[in-house]
């Protein structure tokens, strides 16, 4: 029989115990600091309708579903069968079309305006590379029924509170408007149907540059000389000029108050930047929208925007919504590059004894330990104690205990 491998699907990974630590305590640090500022924790299934995924307007997400095939009698694939014809299910991408589903099925039930956190994870089908999976968690909050810029006031500050909790500092909160991104696509000569497209394209800057964007809108059939100069434009546009620069008063005012407001909040812990080349891929992105960066690393790691027009999808009526999530995947790697996994953790103590040992007694103990802050792992001892024990050592035991023997905690690095 042919051996079967033991290695996680690709595009996956194990968790070892030392980063399950760190994650751990990340969780509950950036739950907690969600929690004082309101935010109520749900959980939605990793698995969705298929109709309702494909119309989501996840952007190119949607090009990287998992779905599942129908089962039974249900599955009666033909030469000409569609993935829609074959699947009713996938594995959700995001959170957000979850929680967009989960308010429109519970309304009733929550209060007005809801704030959720959800923490969990999300599945895409891309190629997997250094610090991305098919397989990710990540860490939201939303805001639905509140049309007002405060909620994304608020996000701003919550997302930016966790994050200096996580252990980070000094970074940078790119905020920008899809009304305002919209208008100006719009001004430069282009159809309203185009504007998707476009924003497409404009958000691959970090990855082919300008001079990549203009080959991919002339590749879509733009005119050239008419890309050439909207590019160059769309790179001139900052917070001095964008209200001359953009027809659109009421985003530029909301825009401005984000970032005056923000900024004062930082109180220089972190900036708060205007970028119109920020875009985020998601197709359901109605009004303002913002991006985390941190040091020279050239990702996001945290992102979201306002996205007024989904929940209504599932509803009767128009609801507005907006959301910010931190990263956790990518924020758990920059915390272990930094050593955070070598930082304060809890002392572990092993406690050995022997098989015939009083276990009542034993768990007493260990118990009593516990009490005192120490994580007590009990381990039955064998006959050569001596490799246990430096087996403990070599895996970041703090010590260990001989019931029935030692009275006290045996530090590691005293004379065993």
């Known amino acids: 029989m ?11 990974r194990d968790i070892l115990p030392e980063e399950m630590r760190i994650r751990d305590e990340l ?3 950036i739950a907690g600091i969600y929690k004082a500022h309101g935010f109520s924790r749900i959980e939605t299934p990793a698995l969705e309708n298929i109709d309702l995924l494909l119309g989501s307007d996840g952007g190119d997400n949607l090009k990287m579903l998992f779905t599942v095939l129908k089962r039974g009698r249900k599955f009666k694939p033909a030469e000409n069968s569609t993935p829609h014809d074959l699947c009713d299910m996938g594995l959700r991408y995001d959170l957000t079309l979850p929680l967009s589903r989960f308010y429109a099925n519970h309304a009733e039930e929550l209060e007005m305006p809801f704030k959720a956190i959800q923490i969990g994870n999300v599945f895409r089908a891309e190629r997997p590379q250094q610090g991305r999976f098919r397989s990710f968690k990540q860490c ?3 805001i639905i029924g509140d049309p007002n810029i405060t909620a994304e006031i608020e996000l701003i500050n919550t997302t930016a509170t966790a994050l200096l909790a996580a252990g980070f500092s000094d970074f940078v909160i ?3 408007d899809r009304r305002l991104l919209t208008q100006f696509i719009l001004q430069a000569g282009f159809k309203a149907e185009d504007v998707g497209s476009v924003c497409i394209s404009l958000d691959k800057v970090d990855k082919i540059g300008t001079d990549g964007i203009k080959k991919e809108l002339v590749e879509k059939g733009y005119d050239a000389a008419m890309i050439d100069q909207f590019v160059d434009a769309v790179a001139g546009v900052n917070l001095d000029n964008v209200d001359e620069k953009v027809d659109a008063p009421d985003a530029v005012a909301d825009l401005k108050r984000v970032i005056a407001t923000s900024t004062e909040l930082a109180e220089g812990r972190y900036k708060i930047e205007f970028d119109f080349n920020l875009i985020r891929g998601m197709g359901y992105y109605t009004g303002e929208v913002f991006e985390v960066r941190w040091g020279d690393v050239g990702y996001s790691i945290a992102g979201g925007g306002r996205y007024d027009n989904m929940v209504g999808k599932y509803m009767k ?14 924020i758990v790697g920059l915390l272990m590059e930094k050593g955070a996994h070598l930082k304060n953790p809890v002392k572990k103590i092993a406690l050995f004894h022997q098989k015939n040992a009083d276990m009542a007694d034993v768990i007493r103990k260990a118990d009593a330990l516990r009490e005192q802050g120490y994580a007590v792992n009990l381990i039955t001892e064998k006959k050569k104690i001596g490799k246990q024990i430096n087996h403990c050592e070599a895996h970041g035991y703090a010590g260990f205990m001989v019931y029935g023997r030692d009275l006290e905690i045996r530090f590691f690095g005293e004379d065993h």
């Open 2 to 12: 042919e051996k079967i491998s033991s290695n996680p699907v690709r595009g996956t």
């Open 140 to 142: 939201d909050i939303d």
């Open 317 to 330: 009526q128009s609801v507005p919504a907006v959301g910010f999530s931190i990263g956790f995947e990518r």
């Open 27 to 29: 969780e509950h640090t």
């Open 174 to 176: 790119k905020v920008n």
